[in-house]
Nanobody
């Protein structure tokens, strides 16, 4: 099983990025999927998740700015990030199963800076 994130980069405050997580070796539709982030010196925290049925949940700091979605036909999960802030700077990881024992991608760096 392999999860591969893409879409990170450097963006100015107020800008947008769309992260993608593509899976191979498994069918993502059976999993609850999550996007986590880890800033330097901090723990890895769940930012958003989506259930197999499409129910979503977000941490308060990103509500109204981030949107998680899944495209089961393409075995892909996305995280649309709008109105980005410097505090959003982190390595973003996707996870299948919402568990540390689940499947993880390698991470993609998001840097929000002017």
């Amino acid at each position: 099983v392999q999860l591969v994130e893409s879409g990170g980069g450097l963006v100015q405050p107020g800008g947008s990025l769309r992260l993608s997580c593509a899976a191979s070796g498994t069918i993502l539709s059976i999993y609850a999927m999550g996007w986590y982030r880890q800033a330097p010196g901090k723990q890895r925290d769940l930012v958003a998740h989506i259930t197999p049925g499409g129910r979503t949940n977000y941490v308060d700091s990103v509500k109204g700015r981030f949107t998680i979605s899944r495209d089961d036909a393409r075995n892909t999960v996305h995280l649309q990030m709008n109105n980005l802030k410097p505090d959003d700077t982190a390595v973003y990881y996707c996870n299948a199963g919402l568990s540390s024992a689940g499947y993880w991608g390698q991470g993609t760096q998001v840097t929000v800076s002017s």
